[in-house]
């Protein structure tokens, strides 16, 4: 290496040395730098305000930066002022803290707050809006300093939070041998948001939002079968309940939008006065009310429900016309008994379009001969409103015993009724009690099936009675079984007497079978019934397995299969013991027959040696 290159390669580490050192050295009495204050970034709370120190961890935070000289002669101030409005309701305040520090040369950051740092956050705390910090660059020299801040809201439990975005304004001024250098101030913005809590949401959520249809005005919490009169009115027939919810189910408070649509019969509104077809309504809050109306045409209306946020439902109205063209009537309880009957006859119809008729129907005695049995033949009695369970029952007050036969019809007096029902005869009596009888709705039942149990109390000759309440008709001890009845199977006992049913004059239990056997069940007639129907009465019914029965069956087939493949091999093998002792008979017959052979074919040479030497001899004798 050449000298001259040496002295150049000094030169230039010297003069990179003198760089690094003017830039490391700042002057004793410089005036404050350029302040950088960096949103680092916003903050969040809780509606719930933490305890002890307070929200730190997620509070709004900014960093200030800035050149300043030593002791107090360059300081900045940090302090921050809202903007903007509060969530309505809000009494929280806001607090800003020092985090920590970086410096970018030795010595110490000293932090001063107007009273203070603050290490708990309390309803006493007056470190607030318009409060600031102030930081310093440690004594001795110059140095860059670096402050961390938090926006954060104070945690006193006295104060009220309320869900919504808070927004400040961070402001860093500095001042230089204690006067402000307006140059020096900068800005920036944090916010602190609240989530409101999931029991307040206003986002709907379709699998919790519900929709009911049922009578109007009423709290719909199920489904109803709504029938109406198919009249163009102004009266609404029924309404939909559609409860718009948020995801954690809360009520009056989701916001969402509901379209709903009717095909068929009928019209719709979201406010009872504007009807259509096809309606949208904005929900704000709460419940969306449909209501149905009639719009002359008899039939079944389709209400197909949907939401702005997925939720989607069909529900249907069966509008019927003002007359029945059919009315069918049947005896719905066997015998009655003297005095009221609410569900002597029950009855179906429909209309001129085969729609399900479901309008005020009345009963009447055919005759006056029947009148005199129950029931009136002038004047007839309204029916019960039509239900889904029990379509429409009819009443009759039986004021003898005997049989009487009666008609339906769908209007007041027999004049006005444009249908009439095909006549029912009814049986009326007031005999007592004399026998009971068990029996079981089935002769057989698979493994732990549900079955019914039917108490059936009898008169003196074999025939069904009128319902009785809370009667002796079997002892207390109730209905025994040989097998106990699986879990959720009614209680046999019979304290306190049996009361049967109204409608149709029996007890009926619902039981569990169990898993197998034959079960027999078992009663006693009680002090009810004369000496002669306090007897033990049974029934019997087998729990089949199908499945174990068909293995049970193909295994004893398979044994009798095995049995009979058994049976042919030992036949067939005796056929061949047979087979073998013959073939040896036969082989010692062949060997005594070819030893007799031999013997013979021997005699035979024998003589035929002989014969030739005679023909030998003979041949000489002639030749001499």
Same mark, same amino acid.
């Given at each position: 290496?050449?000298?001259? #290159? ?29 302040? =950088?204050? #960096? ?18 961890? &997620? ?6 930066? !800035? ?32 985090? @920590? ?63 919504? #975005? ?26 602190? =948001? ?5 029991? @307040? ?22 489904? !109803?079968?709504? &029938? ?28 969402? $939008?509901?379209?709903?649509?009717? &095909? ?42 949907? =939401? ?79 239900? !889904? ?22 209007? $007041? ?27 079981? @709705? ?11 149990? #039917? ?48 409608? &149709? ?10 898993? =197998? ?67 040896? @008979? ?7 027959? !070819? ?30």
């Amino acid at each position: 290496m050449s000298t001259k #290159t040496t002295f150049k390669r000094i030169a230039l580490v010297a003069v990179a040395a003198l760089g690094l050192g003017v830039l490391s050295v700042a002057p004793s009495q410089a005036a404050p730098g350029t302040i =950088t204050l #960096t949103a680092v970034n916003n903050g969040t709370a809780s509606l719930t305000p933490s305890t002890g120190s307070g929200e730190t961890g &997620t509070a709004a935070v900014v960093t200030v930066q !800035s050149l300043l000289s030593q002791g107090t002669t360059d300081t900045i101030t940090v302090e921050f002022i809202a903007t903007g409005t509060n969530p309505t309701g809000s009494t929280v305040r806001p607090l800003i803290t020092f985090l @920590d520090t970086t410096t970018a040369s030795s010595g110490v950051v000293t932090v001063t707050g107007q009273t203070g740092a603050i290490t708990k956050y309390t309803a006493g705390d007056s470190f607030t809006v318009g409060s600031a910090y102030t930081l310093t660059a440690a004594s001795g020299s110059a140095a860059v300093v670096t402050g961390k801040f938090g926006i954060l809201l104070e945690s006193a439990t006295a104060s009220v939070r309320k869900a919504g #975005t808070y927004n400040y304004v961070v402001i860093a001024k500095g001042y230089s041998g204690g006067a402000i250098d307006n140059t020096k101030t900068v800005t920036a913005n944090v916010s602190i =948001t609240i989530d409101a809590a999931a029991a @307040d949401s206003t986002v709907a959520s379709a699998a919790q939002t519900t929709a009911y249809i049922g009578a109007v005005g009423a709290t719909n919490t199920s489904d !109803s079968a709504l &029938t109406a009169v198919a009249t163009a009115d102004t009266t609404a027939d029924g309404e939909i309940d559609v409860t718009i919810k948020n995801a954690a189910g809360g009520t009056g408070v989701a916001v969402d $939008s509901v379209t709903a649509t009717v &095909t068929g019969a009928g019209l719709i509104s979201f406010d009872n006065s504007t009807y259509g077809k096809s309606i949208t309504y904005s929900v704000t809050a709460g419940v969306a009310t449909i209501s149905i109306r009639g719009d002359g045409t008899a039939g079944v209306g389709t209400i197909a429900i949907s =939401t702005k946020a997925g939720y989607s439902a069909t529900k249907t109205i069966t509008f019927y016309a003002k007359a029945a063209k059919t009315i069918t009537a049947s005896v719905a309880t066997p015998v009655l008994g003297l005095g009221a009957n609410s569900s002597a006859v029950s009855v179906s119809a429909v209309d001129a379009s085969g729609t399900n008729w479901t309008g005020t129907a009345y009963i009447v005695a055919s005759t006056a001969a029947d009148a005199l049995v129950g029931g009136s033949a002038t004047t007839p009695v309204a029916c019960a409103a039509w239900n !889904s369970d029990d379509g429409i029952l009819c009443p009759i007050t039986a004021i003898a015993n005997g049989t009487a036969k009666f008609k339906v019809i769908d209007a $007041s007096t027999v004049a006005a009724a444009t249908a009439t029902s095909n006549e029912v005869t009814v049986t009326v009596s007031n005999a007592a009690p004399a026998s009971v009888k068990l029996s079981f @709705d089935k002769a057989t039942y698979a493994p732990f099936e549900k079955a019914t149990i #039917t108490l059936t109390p009898l008169d003196k000759d074999g025939k069904a009675v009128a319902a009785q309440s809370a009667l002796a008709l079997i002892t207390a001890a109730g209905i025994s079984s040989t097998y106990a009845f699986s879990a959720g199977s009614d209680t046999l006992t019979a304290a306190g007497g049996i009361t049967t049913s109204a409608l &149709t004059g029996v007890k009926k239990y619902t039981v569990y079978m169990p898993g =197998t056997g034959d079960v027999k069940i078992t009663a006693t007639g009680g002090s009810a019934l004369p000496v002669s129907g306090q007897v033990e009465v049974s029934a019997t019914a087998s729990v089949v397995n199908s499945s174990v029965d068909a293995a049970t069956d193909a295994a004893n087939e398979a044994t009798d299969a095995a049995n009979a493949a058994t049976d042919a091999a030992l036949a067939a093998a005796d056929a061949a013991d047979a087979a073998t002792a013959a073939a040896q @008979d036969a082989s010692d017959a062949v060997a005594a027959l !070819s030893a007799e052979v031999s013997k013979m074919i021997a005699s035979l040479k024998a003589q035929i040696t002989s014969l030739t030497n005679l023909v030998i001899k003979i041949q000489k004798k002639v030749k001499a």
